[in-house]
Nanobody, 124 residues
Framework: QVQLVESGGGLVQAGGSLRLACAAS????????MGWFRQAPGKEREFVAV????????NYADSVKGRFSISRENAKSTVYLQMNSLKREDTAVYYC?????????????????WGQGTQVTVSS
């Protein structure tokens, strides 16, 4: 069965950095665009970033543009999210997800598989 397993979350001070990883198994990784979403308490799940199947195209939410960077290693079936200049409002559970489309989409309804999430907490 398909599994997406996130890692790398934790507690960090504002202005700090974290790197999330998501390891995939049970699917042909290179045939899926990969996205990151997040959900803060009491809020809806929101789009953060997406990367195309080959890694050549990326797209970011305005709130993270210039601070976060998504990348992937198809040989390792892993997608990453490098998060710099973290702010308190970045605090959330972060999820990776797989989308069958070529370039990836921004709506969580379009994604086929989800990880269990990893908590990121940014303190002031």
């Amino acid at each position: 069965q398909v599994q997406l397993v996130e890692s790398g979350g934790g507690l960090v001070q504002a202005g700090g950095s974290l790197r999330l990883a998501c390891a995939a198994s049970g699917l042909t990784f290179s045939t899926y665009a990969m996205g990151w979403f997040r959900q803060a308490p009491g809020k809806e799940r929101e789009f953060v970033a997406v990367i195309s199947r080959g890694g050549g195209t990326t797209n970011y939410a305005d709130s993270v543009k210039g601070r976060f960077s998504i990348s992937r290693e198809n040989a390792k079936s892993t997608v990453y999210l490098q998060m710099n200049s973290l702010k308190r409002e970045d605090t959330a559970v972060y999820y990776c997800a797989a989308d069958r489309s070529l370039f990836g989409r921004r709506s969580y309804n379009d994604y086929d598989y989800w990880g269990q999430g990893t908590q990121v907490t940014v303190s002031s």
